[in-house]
């Protein structure tokens, strides 16, 4: 009798897409929506480079955040301008987003969103995918995703710079401690961005990776549990940050463009 062969043959070969009954193709495109609608906001607000910035009450647009050149509004520098003045075609912003962008494009949550959204590969469990060929994350430009722990550091940074932004919101109108609708907007969004970088796998690992024994580690294992918990609402935190982070730049933006006055709880 000949031993059973444990080597797959190859995919398996359906005469039909998929055998699923459901409406399976509802995330990939609610997904796709979602990611598309972001990323036509962003480049439109980031080449818009005006109406970041709300001198009365500090309030700083976080895709402009931090504004390190010359060309930046007066007052919105709030670590310096070690970058000279830049060609009216070239915002602010770009020596910023792209880690920003790094960070959330090779997340790993994303990467699983718009593999299926936009490449459907594949678009659902249990669905058969158009690409005839699966070489995984290992030729360019998908071997670049290997640097997402890289990207989790510049993020910190980021969301650091973020959290100083908004404390400096929390100055009022007269110079003293103020609070508006927009303060609270930007704390929302801080606690958001803080709770999904946190909750990244890198961070996971970076905190509880490389350890044998976690009985002999139990900072390390308090820690491990902490973010193993933000984990497992990775993909939540994912939308709940992202749709924060554009919300609270469109309402800097509309304050600073004057379409309506910011709502003052204090001063």
Known sequence: MSAPTTTAAGRARLSVRTLRT????????ATFLGLSAFVVYGLVRTFMNQWYWVPEYHYL????????????????SHF????PALPSWIPPPVFVLPFVLGFRLTCYYY???????????????????????????????LILQNVHRYFFYAAILVAAILTYDTAIAFQGRAGGFGIGLGTILMVINVV??????????????LVGGRINHFSRHPVRYWMWTKVSRLNGRHMQLAWASLISVALVDLYVML????????PRLLN
């Open 22 to 29: 459901d409406r399976w193709w509802l995330p990939p495109l």
């Open 255 to 262: 304050i600073a463009a004057g379409a309506f006055a910011d």
């Open 61 to 76: 647009a976080p895709f402009f955040s931090p504004c390190l050149s010359d060309s930046c509004v007066p007052g919105s």
């Open 80 to 83: 310096g301008t070690p970058i």
């Open 192 to 205: 958001l961005l803080w709770l999904y970088t946190l909750s990244c796998h890198s961070c996971r690992h």
């Open 111 to 141: 990467r699983k969103a718009y593999y299926r959204s936009f490449w459907a590969s594949p678009p659902a469990c249990a669905v058969t995918e158009p690409h005839s060929r699966y070489t995984g994350e290992t030729r360019l430009p």
